[in-house]
């Protein structure tokens, strides 16, 4: 195990903080779900018949509460679409990378990273469940000893925390759970002192010289964020938890599963599944419409945010 610092403690605690909040949003979002699937009653006959220019038509029975249970559950739906599509495109595009990487073998002294065939300078950590570390073969010759130890030890730090899991995992939450700001919040923090922690142990593996790890981040591809650079320089930054924001959301979270539970004793959802050309009354038209037109919504809500 890694010797733990200060940024690394932030992060984990920030994890920590993010965890508790998205689990307590998507159980919100997939317990209106429920709500609304176990308030939905379904009957043989047709439970609200009207005539339209002599047509009979049966309609679902949907009172205030209902219609509002169903525009919450639309929002569930929108979080497990957009949860859904996530982890498919993350599985294919994690798939992609591992085929695609041009491996040369084992780097020469360091014998759990692998070499790339690529000119660019680039080292980086991937791999959700195993974590891998692998470093070009550019970087490997542009960069001197002391400055190559320090980019595999940033590697390392990630490897061991796990990070390429946890970064995917708070970004991809933090894109469906659009309606929570913390959440998204939290994960841009978490990523950042992730990359502090990791910078740190790099310094730590040669001597606390911030020189190296500067000289090793300047070479790479893709330049540096500016709240790495301001801690190689020594300038502190403010990575106090938001716990003001937090608590608005954990209350909003609260208060939206009250209105849940509450609709839920309230609301009348009834309809019937009656075949539409075996029974004079299809309704059963009707009723496809509502989770066709949900999932439609959360579809588009999940690629709008």
Known sequence: ???????????????????????????????????ALADLSVRAEPVHVVSVLGVVVALPVANPAAIAL????????????AVVRGVVAIARGHR???????????????????????????????GLLRPRIYV?????????????????????MHRARRDPLRIVTTRLLGEALFF???????????????????????????GGDASVLAAAMLAFDGGVAP??????????????????????????????????????????LQSTLGVPFASPAPCVVV???????ALALGSWASRRF
């Open 1 to 35: 195990m890694l010797p733990a610092t200060e940024a690394a403690e932030r992060a984990a605690r920030a994890y920590r903080v993010w965890v508790g909040l998205a689990g307590l949003a998507v159980l919100v979002a997939v317990g209106v779900i429920g709500v």
């Open 136 to 156: 070009s073969a550019g970087a490997v010759r542009r960069l001197g000893d002391d400055e190559l130890a320090a980019v595999i030890a940033h590697e390392r």
């Open 70 to 81: 169903l525009v919450l559950a639309t929002l569930g739906i929108a979080v497990v679409v």
């Open 227 to 268: 709240e790495r650079a301001d801690h190689i320089l020594g300038i502190p930054g403010d990575w106090s938890l938001p716990l003001a924001l937090i608590a608005m959301a954990v209350a909003g979270l609260a208060a939206l599963a009250l209105l849940v539970w509450q609709l839920g004793r309230h609301a009348v």
């Open 180 to 206: 929570v700001p913390p959440v998204r919040a939290l994960a841009r923090r978490y990523d950042t002192l992730a990359e502090i922690a990791a910078d740190d142990h790099a310094l730590a593996a040669v």
């Open 287 to 293: 009723l496809a419409l509502v989770p066709a037109a």
């Open 96 to 126: 992609r990378l591992r085929r695609g990487l041009p491996e040369l073998g084992r780097l020469t002294g360091a014998a759990d990273v692998t070499l790339l065939a690529h000119e660019g300078v680039h080292a980086f950590c991937a």
